[in-house]
T-cell receptor, first 112, second 115 residues
Framework: GDSVTQMEGPVTLSEEAFLTINCTYT??????LFWYVQYPGEGLQLLLK?????DKGSNKGFEATYRKETTSFHLEKGSVQVSDSAVYFC???????????FGTGTRLQVFP | EAQVTQNPRYLITVTGKKLTVTCSQN?????MSWYRQDPGLGLRQIYY???????DKGDVPEGYKVSRKEKRNFPLILESPSPNQTSLYFC??????????????FGQGTRLTVV
């Protein structure tokens, strides 16, 4: 079945460092891909999305490019802030079943 | 304000005592879903609903029931809770008629402990 694999955390960075969180997927058809963010004590919020190959999603300085050839959707940010500390979830919308399938989440901790 | 509201936020209960976690959305969304979040496992879908009176099992439906009598409400029912249902639960909704291709809105979560 369809699945999402994310790098394990926690990812610990200093403020202004470059961030990459890896995400790869397995899916039939052409799924839509998402990154969601969960701040402490809150529900998930959509961060960005891409609906077809080579699309780039971007928001709040974060970017991710839908790479069909490598089945990847890595999240990047050029300069992280302490306020970016959260858990980040990669997800896909299953083409066949209308399900939203999540990875296990990656905790990011940014220190001043 | 567009939102998904879950209640209660925190609940401690005993094994076997029936409970209901409510979920309500004010965005006229067709799609609603329940997830549980456990360490190392991420979010796993329990049940989902594509419209009123249309519900279907997710990946981990055992021990749970849902109903969708009205578009805005999607309660999660645990008829006989067990300790392995201790978890953080999220309700979500989405407008997309094609599924989740539009933004999913999540509630703030319900932390359930079954002793």
């Amino acid at each position: 079945g369809d699945s999402v694999t994310q790098m394990e955390g926690p990812v610990t960075l200093s403020e202004e460092a470059f961030l990459t969180i890896n995400c790869t997927y397995t899916a039939t058809g052409y799924p839509s891909l998402f990154w969601y963010v969960q701040y402490p004590g809150e529900g998930l919020q959509l961060l960005l999305k891409a609906t077809k190959a080579d699309d780039k999603g971007s928001n709040k300085g974060f970017e991710a490019t839908y790479r069909k050839e490598t089945t990847s959707f890595h999240l990047e940010k050029g300069s992280v802030q302490v306020s970016d500390s959260a858990v980040y979830f990669c997800a896909l919308e299953s083409y066949n079943t209308d399900k939203l399938i999540f990875g296990t989440g990656t905790r990011l901790q940014v220190f001043p | 304000e567009a939102q998904v509201t879950q209640n209660p936020r925190y609940l401690i209960t005993v094994t076997g005592k029936k409970l209901t976690v409510t979920c309500s959305q004010n965005m006229n969304h067709e799609y609603m879903s329940w997830y549980r979040q456990d360490p190392g496992l991420g979010l796993r879908q329990i049940y989902y609903s594509m419209n009123v009176e249309v519900t279907d099992k997710g990946d981990v439906p055992e021990g749970y029931k849902v109903s969708r009598k009205e578009k805005r409400n999607f309660p999660l029912i645990l008829e006989s809770p067990s300790p392995n249902q201790t978890s953080l639960y999220f309700c979500a909704s989405s407008l997309g008629t094609g599924g989740w291709d539009t933004e999913a809105f999540f509630g703030q979560g319900t932390r359930l402990t079954v002793v």
